[in-house]
């Protein structure tokens, strides 16, 4: 769950190139590490390598110590769940992004990570009562150099 500045040091390019180039970054990036990448930003970017989607949930409250380890965590319980790493890292994203934006109610000002936290339960039940490992998304992309 790296941010900008934590995957160019992965990646050993800069925070610009990036920022740049979003979508392919994740991609390549997740390639590189063979793993699943989810790159923490607007928006969020999460690829397998294979498949990318974007999830554009979240507010500037996630920008702070500690979120990206209720982020960590909420990804690492979907993933024991359904065994899909690229289903639980867009739908985590979604979900923490989605409570930031219920605890903040179009404000950033103080609001706590812990606001979040307690928002969480909000944020589930606006998806319906079953939940199912497929988030909201605006779209998925082709494999990094794939022109299909």
Do not use: C
């Given at each position: 769950?790296?941010?900008?500045?934590?995957?160019?040091?992965?990646?050993?390019?800069?925070?610009?190139?990036?920022?740049?180039?979003?979508?392919?970054?994740?991609?390549?990036?997740?390639?590189?590490?063979?793993?699943?990448?989810?790159?923490?930003?607007?928006?969020?970017?999460?690829?397998?390598?294979?498949?990318?989607?974007?999830?554009?949930?979240?507010?500037?409250?996630?920008?702070?110590?500690?979120?990206?380890?209720?982020?960590?965590?909420?990804?690492?319980?979907?993933?024991?769940?359904?065994?899909?790493?690229?289903?639980?890292?867009?739908?985590?994203?979604?979900?923490?992004?989605?409570?930031?934006?219920?605890?903040?109610?179009?404000?950033?000002?103080?609001?706590?990570?812990?606001?979040?936290?307690?928002?969480?339960?909000?944020?589930?039940?606006?998806?319906?009562?079953?939940?199912?490992?497929?988030?909201?998304?605006?779209?998925?992309?082709p494999a990094a150099g794939d022109r299909s």
């Amino acid at each position: 769950t790296p941010h900008t500045v934590e995957a160019h040091r992965l990646a050993g390019t800069t925070a610009a190139d990036i920022d740049a180039g979003r979508f392919e970054a994740a991609a390549l990036l997740a390639k590189r590490v063979n793993a699943t990448v989810l790159l923490k930003g607007v928006p969020t970017v999460v690829s397998d390598g294979t498949r990318t989607q974007v999830v554009a949930s979240g507010t500037p409250i996630l920008a702070t110590g500690g979120s990206g380890d209720l982020l960590g965590g909420i990804v690492a319980t979907l993933l024991a769940q359904t065994g899909d790493a690229l289903a639980s890292a867009a739908a985590g994203a979604w979900v923490h992004g989605h409570a930031a934006e219920l605890a903040g109610r179009g404000d950033i000002r103080g609001v706590s990570l812990d606001d979040v936290m307690m928002a969480l339960r909000y944020a589930w039940r606006a998806e319906g009562s079953a939940w199912t490992p497929q988030p909201p998304v605006i779209a998925e992309l082709p494999a990094a150099g794939d022109r299909s």
